[in-house]
């Protein structure tokens, strides 16, 4: 095996991502953007809500925006709660509280109602509240809401959503849920009841839904989001306000885990009203939305920035990042839709295979080529012409290569 060094174009710095300033798009100011999702490279969005909003797209990072024809049915109009793309963005995934589930495989152009059930196995209403999906749009995963006693349960689908499983997850009011990329890890949260008072728990599936274990997460918050990271190993959870009769409201936090959820620590940030959480493929990037404010971390939760947001209490309610966690797309519960993007630096890896070498990289939100030189001393880089292939199961861009040369390097370089 020859001797290769691998150099990247760019070298990640912290402090990078604390200098972010968030546009608001074109996207029309709302009565409730509830859910906002995109595909690995930031490239295509998807954002929907409640009042008769229905379901927004865009293809060029949140440049121009297009509403689609997903049904908007009812008085005021069927709330939609989550939607969910695959790492292309083809094939996307809309839950409604009034019971339905939509799928679209070509970017939201068109929609077909899928035949989740509106009721589950206890007669009660499906109040759909979240939605996930795996990478290729395969594995989807559903949870609902509900009202006491009942309450609503979690629901699987192996097909792109052409048939629906109820599992066997206790029944509680289901709040959030993410997926590895995958789609055999999942993380579910519970966010309590309604009058704020109890909190609520987190349970873990490694085995695509089909069997669920409550994690050894905190049970006295309301959380209210999850986030995973490609392998499903690294886990965030933020929670909301919880009334308690003695001390009065008690703001909500910030969790996370390292280890597929068996282990959870609580972060340095400030208690607050906390939304939504993303995390990017590797987890070291996550972002935390509330009411008033938006937080990024660039190092998995130890030292977070809060960012230089619009408004002063705009609630922000819905947050989605690209793999690389450089683009994002936020959304105000009243209002529009924001993004904000810096500059990317992926770190180049390289593996034996055999006889052959396989260099990855993560799914980047610009567009990077592969250069090589046989010699640092001389400045004859050549950019090779394998094209890329994505691997779905930790959204990283490889190219295998057979060696040829005692030695090789290798660097990325942005186009």
Known sequence: MPVVIIFCGLTAAI??????????????????????ASSADGTKLVATGYYRIGVFTSTNSGSTWASNSLPITGDPGTAWSSVA???DGCKLVGVAVS?????????????????APT????????????????????????????????????????????????????????????????GSKLVAAVDGNADLTNGGSIYISTNSGAIWMP????????WSSVASSADGSKLAAVSSDIYDY??????????????????????SLPSATWQGVTSSADGTKLVVVGWDRICISTNFGIAWASNNVPLDYPNWCAIASSADGTKLVAGISIGGIYTSQTTPSPALSITPSNANLILSWL?????????????????????????????????????????????????????
């Not at 003695?246 to 972060?267: E, Q, R």
């Open 85 to 87: 793309s695959s790492a």
């Open 363 to 415: 799914v980047p939100s610009t567009n990077f080529v592969l250069r090589q030189n046989l010699d640092l001393t001389t400045t004859n880089w050549v950019t090779l012409t394998n094209v890329p292939t994505l691997n779905l199961t930790n959204l990283q861009d490889e190219v295998t290569l057979s060696p040829t040369n005692s030695s090789s390097f290798f660097r990325l370089i942005a186009q």
């Open 99 to 115: 019971g339905e589930i939509y799928i679209s495989t070509n970017s939201g152009l068109t929609w077909a109602q899928t035949s």
């Open 119 to 182: 009721t589950n196995s206890t007669g009660n209403l499906n109040y759909w509240t979240s939605v996930a999906s795996s990478a290729d749009g395969t594995r989807l995963v559903a949870v609902a809401g509900g009202a006491a006693p009942t309450n609503g349960t979690i629901y699987t689908s192996a097909d792109s959503g052409t048939t629906w499983t109820e599992t066997g997850a206790p029944f509680d009011y289901w709040s959030s849920v993410a997926s590895s990329a995958d």
């Open 246 to 267: 003695i001390v009065g409201f008690i703001h909500g936090s910030v969790y996370t885990s390292t280890d597929s959820g068996a282990h959870w620590v609580s972060n």
């Open 215 to 222: 994690a050894n997460a905190p049970t006295n918050l309301r």
């Open 15 to 36: 402090d990078s991502a604390f200098a972010q300033t968030w546009t608001q798009t074109s996207a029309p100011d709302s009565l409730g953007w509830t859910s906002v």
